[in-house]
Nanobody, 126 residues
Framework: QLQLVESGGGLVQPGGSLRLSCAVS????????IGWFRQAPGKEREGVSC????????NYADSVKGRFTFSRDNTENTVYLQMNSLKPEDTAVYYC???????????????????WGQGTQVTVSS
């Protein structure tokens, strides 16, 4: 059974860092595009970053470029989102998602990934 489990969220001060993890099981990372999304209270879920099926290409939302870094460890079947220089507007529930059908540059559009984790809360506040 395909599963994604996020962890690493928490409370951090503005300017701080967090690293989110998404442990996957039931599938091989190489064959799936993986995305990170977030949803703040009262807002729609938005794409943050993603990595293509082969792992060769990453994509970032403009709001996080230069601050967030997506990486993956095939041996651990885990993907990571390193978040630096965090801002209060980064506060949200963060989700990882996977889909086998997405080829080429992975999309950050909501609704195109088939499998989702349960989310982890990130709060940026002083």
């Amino acid at each position: 059974q395909l599963q994604l489990v996020e962890s690493g969220g928490g409370l951090v001060q503005p300017g701080g860092s967090l690293r989110l993890s998404c442990a996957v099981s039931g599938f091989t990372l190489d064959y799936y595009a993986i995305g990170w999304f977030r949803q703040a209270p009262g807002k729609e879920r938005e794409g943050v970053s993603c990595i293509s099926r082969s792992g060769g290409r990453t994509n970032y939302a403009d709001s996080v470029k230069g601050r967030f870094t997506f990486s993956r460890d095939n041996t651990e079947n885990t993907v990571y989102l390193q978040m630096n220089s965090l801002k209060p507007e980064d506060t949200a529930v963060y989700y990882c998602a996977a889909d086998r059908s997405l080829i080429g540059l992975c999309p950050l559009r909501n609704g195109v990934y088939k499998y989702w984790g349960q989310g982890t809360q990130v709060t940026v506040s002083s």
